[in-house]
């Protein structure tokens, strides 16, 4: 079994990572009746016994002592982690986990990726070592951040690039936040651009989302519970908004949408914590979902997002979750994925589903789907026999679409408008480290995977003929 | 004679508990024969100290998930077991990856694997060969069984190698499934004495269409690939055995299908396939089942339904290419296993047409047939036919056509660079398979 650890950045990051540790344990309470510290549970967390000294790591299989999480958090302002530390949330992590300065980033990449970067790398280093060497066999390291501030942006994307330069054989998915068009950060689209080059380079799969969708839907889910159909009653702890069960009481403002995000991360990880009859574990996702190696943007959506309270779920309701995941209502991030190339899919199915209904929606969805000429029949399935909290199944699907496209032109052009009249720059490039040509070769970073992106699109609904076979002397 | 088996990855581990669970659940049957059961279990089991069936297999996965589930399930049984010690996993899997099983894990792990093949080899009385299990879509039972395949050959040049293939659905389990496949495919040919392969379109079939199961899952698919194999496997009388159950099952397996290096692939049918409920309710006729599993092979169709009866074989004058459409499944040699009650008075001269079979090799040669009066798995009358045809040639080239559009685009081509193997080595793997798919399409001249 392999473990992943996860590092938080930024207010936004640690936000986020606060409601998957919490509702992680919630996941595992559910599952892990007899209090034994097992395999799933140590993918994510350590079981430590304090009455031994130094540490006093416990083997899997023995009582759980003391659950800490294998996690590195790290915040430029003490504020979000002051709360997390004193919150219910406090016996999960120990202070050797934490990295933490007063005066934050200013909404500043450079400040964030250069002084912070450059001022902290020694400790940053040392704080990922000590959650490796925590390891058996580490497989993943999860970054989460946003990309439209100072310290998740700009400290986020250098820890990504230590994470490569300390250890290239692990796995580095990255869940990012992406800043909307309306976003209230004057900067954010400096910010964003910066930390997208240094994403291209050194992730290995990214997983954007947007506050814009994630209000889309926790707006709809409000919509239903406040009885927006008669006699239907959305069942207790199954939203995908839900935090109820975890260990925090009352729900703070953006803890729902930060609740599908972490949802998101559970259920990419429940096939490697698991058993299924298909296993997908994390490396499979990036081998199968990363043809090209700068194109590992990947469109996430998640279904269901609640469930209703009558609890018969006859096959017409699940193949409306397979439906529901390639609607626009249940992305992460606005795009349209339909209308654009598919490159390659991923359907991550966990609870009670058989191969045959897979085979049945993959044949009843594939035809409406337009896919790349090389990867016609492009699936990576995976099926997971333990479900999330409160539903009998669910589905993720990873897609890594040619859509993303215009999140990066709208991005780019954002970009351009304030650099044309050089807004702000002033901000940057008085930061040590920091100069012009870092903005010109991020953008140019930019407009090369656009123009890749574009070069698959143009293949798009021309009939392409097999290429020609080798030929056989007979 | 005994064979040891090697289970390789998830599929090859699921299926192999299924097969196992298949072939002792059959040989305890009460209404058993005991030669057959001791021969059967002496050929796939051994007996620990405390008189429990002790399976002559070894389990592999690069992960523990798997083989940890199957092991419990043997154990639940209450019939049979696998050996405490005759497994191996490691912490991660081989991600999809041919290259990370072949060129990484593979060679990282070999020494172990050895020592525990070794260990179940010196268990037996006599080695009959081995049988390896594997899927060609993933990244461990792939690559790690491909690699396993090479150290085997060169440890025990001398034995019979068999190796049994689950080719993926069509519609995708893996992305970068027909690129392992190929891969798999081409380095295998030269090691392998004969390879055997299931396909889980068709068995899914065989799953919604005769079996009438509503929601299939993975055990389904594998139950059906266990009973086919197990009804190959099983004990029976051979021409060479003399009146007595075959001591040498996969040596003549392979002596009476794969006679030609170029031409290893062999597929497998039995009929009948009937959910269980039914069987005491239906009659079986010798006649009746020859007759559907000769028009089966020649239709190329590979289970009893929607059968084109109005196909023919061809007469000397005709012969036609097929990888164009529908059209004549020319064999080079066939293998006909019989089971059960009055298996004496079958008639199988039907299958002794030349006409069925390529130019170059007289029926007398080409066709083979075993037969054992002992029913098999509940059927009273079963009867399965091993071929070594054209039946693969069409899902084989469409496989290596999806691989080869891929290919030409270089997609994922980096995955795969990174673990050690080069654009070279897959040019060399097509070229491989695309020899085998020309020998087979020339079968017809």
Known sequence: ?474 | MSVVTLQLGQCGNQVGQELYDVICSDAQDAQRSTTHTTVSCERFFHQNKHGDLVARAVLIDMEPKVIKQSMKKAADSGRWRYGDDSHFSQKQGSGNNWANGFCVHGPRHIELVEELVRREVERCDRLAGFMTMMSVAGGTGSGVGTYVTQSLRDVYSKSFILNHLTWPYGTGEVIVQNYNSVLTLAHLYQLSDAILVHENDTVHRICSQLLNIKHISFSDVNRVIAHQLGSVLQPALTADSHGVYSRNPLGELVSSLACHPEYKLLSVCTIPQMPSSSIAYSTFSWPGQLKHLRQMLISNSKMEDGIDWQMRPPSASERTKSLTGASFNTSLANLLILRGKDVYSAEAGGFEDPALYTSWLSPETAFTRWNSPVPFNKYEKSATLVSNSQALLKPLDNMVRKAWNMFASRAYIHQYIRFGISEEDFLDSFTSVEQVISSYTQLCN
Request: one cysteine or more.
């Open chain 1, 1 to 474: 079994m392999t473990q992943s650890v996860i590092v938080q950045v930024g207010q936004c990051g640690n936000q986020i990572g606060c409601r998957f540790w919490d509702l992680a344990l919630r996941e595992h309470a559910h599952v892990n009746k007899k209090g034994v510290y097992d395999e799933a549970l140590s993918s994510f967390f350590r079981n430590v016994d304090s009455r031994i000294s130094d540490g006093g790591a416990c083997g899997v299989g023995e009582r759980i002592q003391h659950l800490k999480a294998r996690a590195v958090l790290v915040d430029m302002e003490e504020g979000v982690v002051n709360e997390i530390l004193q919150g219910p949330l406090r016996e999960v992590f120990d202070s050797t986990q934490l990295l933490t300065d007063v005066s934050g980033s200013g909404n500043n990449w450079a400040v964030g990726h250069m002084t912070y970067g450059s001022a902290y790398r020694e400790q940053i280093v040392d704080k990922l070592r000590k959650a490796a060497e925590h390891c058996d066999c580490l497989q993943c390291f999860f970054l989460i951040h946003s990309m439209g501030g100072g310290t998740g942006s700009g400290l986020g994307t250098k820890v990504l690039k230590l994470l490569e330069e300390e250890f290239p054989d692990v796995c580095r998915i990255v869940t990012s936040v992406y800043p909307s068009a309306e976003d209230d950060v004057i900067t954010s689209p400096y910010n964003s651009v910066l930390a997208m080059k240094e994403l291209t380079e050194h992730a290995d799969c990214v997983i954007p989302v947007e506050n814009q969708s994630l209000v889309d839907i926790v707006n709809k889910i409000k919509y239903m519970s406040d009885g927006g159909k008669p006699g239907s009653v959305i069942k207790r702890d199954s939203a995908i908004i839900s935090g109820r069960g975890g260990l925090s009481g009352a729900e703070k403002p953006f803890d729902a949408m930060n609740n599908i995000v972490a949802n998101l991360l559970l259920n990419i990880t429940s096939s490697a914590r698991f058993e299924g009859s298909l296993n997908m574990d994390l490396n499979e996702i990036a081998m199968n979902l990363v043809p090209f190696p700068r194109l590992h943007y990947l469109v996430p959506s998640l279904t269901p997002i609640y469930t209703l309270a009558d609890v018969n779920v006859p096959s017409r309701r699940l193949d409306q979750m397979f439906s529901d995941a390639f609607s626009k209502n249940h992305q992460l991030i606005r795009a349209d994925p339909k209308h654009s190339l598919y490159l390659a899919c991923a359907l991550m199915v966990r609870g009670n589903v058989q191969v045959s209904d897979l085979r049945r929606n993959i044949e009843r969805l594939r035809p409406s789907l337009p896919f790349v000429s090389w990867n016609q029949e492009g699936w990576k399935t995976g099926l997971c026999s333990v479900p999330p909290v409160g539903h009998s199944h669910s589905l993720l699907a990873l897609a890594n679409n040619t859509c993303l496209k215009s999140t990066f032109v709208e991005l780019s052009e954002r970009f351009t408008k304030l650099y044309r009249k050089k807004a702000h720059l002033h901000h940057y490039l008085h930061i040590d480290g920091m100069e012009q040509s870092c903005f010109s070769e991020a953008v140019t970073s930019l407009s090369s995977l656009i123009e890749e992106y574009d070069h698959l699109d143009a293949t798009k609904g021309k009939i392409v003929l097999d290429a020609t076979r080798l030929s056989i002397a007979t």
